[in-house]
């Protein structure tokens, strides 16, 4: 599970915990971005 928090023009994302993972510019960026995540961790 994530959260998003658009800060700024730019979303940030973050984990369960509230650890930040990463920012993106667009919701398609971060939807690509933790397809990434999701498959390194796997």
Same mark, same amino acid.
């Given at each position: *599970?994530?959260? *998003? @928090?658009?800060? =700024?023009?730019?979303?940030?994302? /973050? $984990?369960?915990?509230?650890?930040?993972?990463?920012?993106? $510019?667009? +919701? =398609? +960026?971060? =939807?690509? +971005?933790? @397809?990434? /995540? +999701?498959?390194?961790?796997?």
């Amino acid at each position: *599970m994530f959260t *998003m @928090k658009n800060v =700024r023009g730019h979303i940030q994302v /973050y $984990d369960y915990n509230g650890n930040f993972l990463f920012s993106a $510019d667009s +919701e =398609r +960026e971060v =939807r690509e +971005e933790l @397809k990434t /995540y +999701e498959e390194s961790a796997a």
